[in-house]
């Protein structure tokens, strides 16, 4: 699997977990029985690590997205910013560049052109402040 796919499995997964309150195990093993995805260690690293960081992830958000709650923003955008964020601040390996691009064709495919044009603002914004 490219790390493109991956990606975007990560990101259906957090998507998912917030419609879904089982444990991030359980939320994983359905994905892969259902949708018969291997989720490989990059999967796993990014979707258990977002919600280890979701606090702190959830802040940032909070923080850049001026005049916008948490609650505003559409789930889809938020998954896609958390995953993002997860990757910018905690995931050395990915050039930064690279996650604020791929969240943005995430949205373009995901949701809607004014969500991509607001991920990618609200992650140029973060990176700045990094």
């Known amino acids: 699997m490219t790390r493109k796919k991956a990606r975007e499995e990560a990101f259906i997964l957090v998507f998912e977990k917030e419609f879904n309150d089982d444990s991030l195990q359980d939320v994983l093993s359905l994905a892969e029985e259902i949708r018969d995805i291997q989720a490989d260690e990059y999967i796993k690293k990014v979707f258990f690590g977002v919600y280890e960081n979701i606090e702190a992830i959830d802040e940032i958000i909070s923080n850049n997205a001026v005049g916008w709650s948490i609650k505003r923003i559409t789930k889809t955008a938020l998954a896609i910013l958390r995953l993002?964020?997860?990757?910018?601040?905690?995931?050395?390996?990915?050039?930064?560049?690279?996650?604020?691009?791929?969240?943005?064709?995430?949205?373009?495919?995901?949701?809607?052109?004014?969500?991509?044009?607001?991920?990618?603002?609200?992650?140029?914004?973060?990176?700045?402040?990094?």
Not at 89 to 110: F, G, H, M, Q, R
């Open 84 to 130: 993002a964020i997860y990757e910018i601040k905690y995931y050395d390996e990915i050039p930064v560049s690279v996650s604020i691009n791929e969240a943005v064709e995430l949205a373009k495919k995901y949701a809607t052109k004014e969500d991509a044009s607001f991920i990618n603002g609200i992650l140029s914004t973060v990176c700045k402040d990094a």
